[in-house]
């Protein structure tokens, strides 16, 4: 480990939405569902944003470029789900979709030069929630914890000097580039399902999902590839996602 940070130090030191729907005049809201079993299967939307954490085993102060602090970003994407409800107030839900994230770090270098380094990872998003239901007179509320795996398809790196380049010598030399690698997050989720009509339902989902599969020591995450660029393993620490979309009840 000491070996890699000698590498390391010397590159990097160089350089609710809330959805209403009315009613017609006359009409009353659907009746309870009293089955001992239900279901629903729609499509959801999902937006947000990610954080990364600042890792362990970072030499004392640094604080430049490699992905030493939390930096954050947007986040979004899309699934397919399937809920299965037992006797009104038990679930399980399997979602199956794809996730986009971006993560970048803003660092300033001596005061003059400023750089962004950053990180997009995308690919398929596999969950499986098992939930508390409290049925009400719109819908039903729920809690949901279980996995998600992510899966992604491409990772990449940037570096943007974005202030003081006149001030690095042979700029076009240094670079970050992205490894894929799987996680598993732990979601937590808040969810809120509105009754439109008989069968079709608005679901509203409020989720932050933990990573907990993501290395916590620096060296692990961040590797020099040469003297002058470096290579980071694309994995967000938290993803926190707002979700809604439209569903049909069985």
Do not use: C
């Not at 000698?6 to 017609?24: E, G, R, V, Y």
């Not at 004392?60 to 037992?86: I, K, Q, T, V």
């Not at 005061?111 to 409290?134: D, H, N, W, Y």
């Not at 399902?193 to 608005?202: A, F, Q, R």
């Amino acid at each position: 480990m000491a070996h890699r940070v000698t590498l390391l130090a010397p590159l990097i030191a160089s350089s609710f939405l809330l959805a209403t729907p009315a009613l017609a005049d006359g009409a009353s809201p659907a009746a309870p569902d009293d089955r001992p079993f239900a279901s629903s299967a729609g499509v959801k939307l999902l937006v947000g944003g990610n954080l990364y954490d600042t890792p362990s085993n970072v030499p004392g102060g640094y604080d430049g470029l490699g992905f030493p602090g939390n930096g954050g970003g947007f986040g979004w994407g899309a699934a397919l789900f399937y809920e299965a409800r037992f006797v009104r107030h038990l679930g399980l839900e399997l979602d199956l979709g794809y996730d986009s994230s971006t993560v970048l770090r803003n660092v300033t270098i001596n005061q003059v030069v400023k750089i962004q380094e950053k990180f997009q990872t995308s690919g398929p998003r596999i969950g499986l929630l098992a939930k508390g239901i409290l049925p009400t007179p719109f819908g039903r509320l729920s809690l949901g914890l279980g996995p998600e795996f992510f899966l992604p398809s491409s990772a990449e790196g940037s570096f943007e000097i974005t202030e003081g380049r006149q001030f690095v010598t042979n700029p076009d030399a240094l670079g970050v580039s992205a490894k894929k690698q799987n996680s598993t997050f732990l979601a937590f989720v808040l969810g809120f399902v509105i009754d439109v009509g008989s069968n079709l339902e608005i679901p509203i989902d409020i989720k932050a999902a933990r990573n907990l599969s993501q290395e916590a020591d620096w060296t692990d995450r961040v590797r020099a590839t040469s003297p002058t660029s470096y290579e980071v393993t694309a994995q967000s620490s938290w993803d926190f996602r707002l979700a809604t979309g439209l569903a049909y009840r069985f």
